[in-house]
């Protein structure tokens, strides 16, 4: 190592710290193994390995989940994602846009695809617009949404839970599937489908993979928890608080695509967002190792945190993350429990 003038205050700090830097063996990450010896840091120009996801180049498989629009801090708040999407080459889900089904009022809060450029952009509605449009013949409504945002597609997100534990929640007349195959049968651009912090069990995620989606999102549970969320806000309990507790993590999600890829043929849709309680970097890449579909890792929770502020602490945020990917790429590898 090269001399330096903080050189001894280093030494100073090595010496002071060392006892306190001890780390018992049980806290190791056996999630992967960590190979010093073949490769260079990254440079800095170099990220990590780009991605071929959803028809379209991401220069890391990261992906920023559906949030908001349509309230005070919004526009701010998705500026900045889309900003950092647009910066980063990730890709990017709307929050839901059932207010703009009825005016325009909030349509710059959503107007992202300027600051998002070429990136993957999609659209969001509950599945209960979804059966609603098919009961009033307004589907057309929707196609003009997706296409007056140029996003690239829509985002179905599934939330019977969440709308029952809603005082002013939709009930759903019929299952969010037959609504799903209805859209998909217009065929009028790409749909993703995803749950909003519950997941969904291997029978639902089977059904999914076998039809033409465009991809799957997971939602899974483990972080924001929409069910407890409404539990939250209401001010009398509607009781069945342990309901919010059912759902299955994104580590389960991940094993039951692998399974399902391994004993199905008739697979349609194997592109998947890994999302709900991706807690790091780390957790995300691990994620994305051990699926064997192609995937990329989304964060909400983690993202609007980030985002609250100026854009200078977003670009940050991503910065640090995606410097994290590469060092990960080049130095880990799966390890005992990595699949
Ligand atoms: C403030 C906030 C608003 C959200 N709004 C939507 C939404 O409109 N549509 C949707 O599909 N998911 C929505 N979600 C759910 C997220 O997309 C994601 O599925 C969920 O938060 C789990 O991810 P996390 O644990 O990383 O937060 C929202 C999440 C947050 C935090």
Redesign the pocket.
Known sequence: MDHDPSSEERKLAHINLAMESQISGVLKDKRFNYEPLFEAHPSENEGPKSLNFLGKNLLAGLWV?????GTGPARHINQNLARGVGEFGLGM????CRSLLESDKFFDDFNLRPLVKDQPLYA?L?IAQIEKAFENGSWEKIERMVSSLKADGL?I?L?PMQEWFQPEGDLLKRSPLESIDKALEKNSFPLIV????QGMGPKSLKALMKRKLKAI????F?????SRLEQLRQKEEKGFRELALVGHTADEMVSYVNQILKEEKDILCSEIII????QNALHGHHLVQTCKANSVY???????IAAQGDYKTFELFLKNQIEGLSMMEKYLTSGANGE
């Open positions: 989940s559906s949030m908001t629009g889900g709307l929050g839901s969001n509950g985002i997100h939330n995803k749950e909003v912090g999102e997971f939602g899974a483990g972080g924001t928890n929409f999302s709900g309680g991706v989304g964060q909400a929770k983690a993202m609007l």
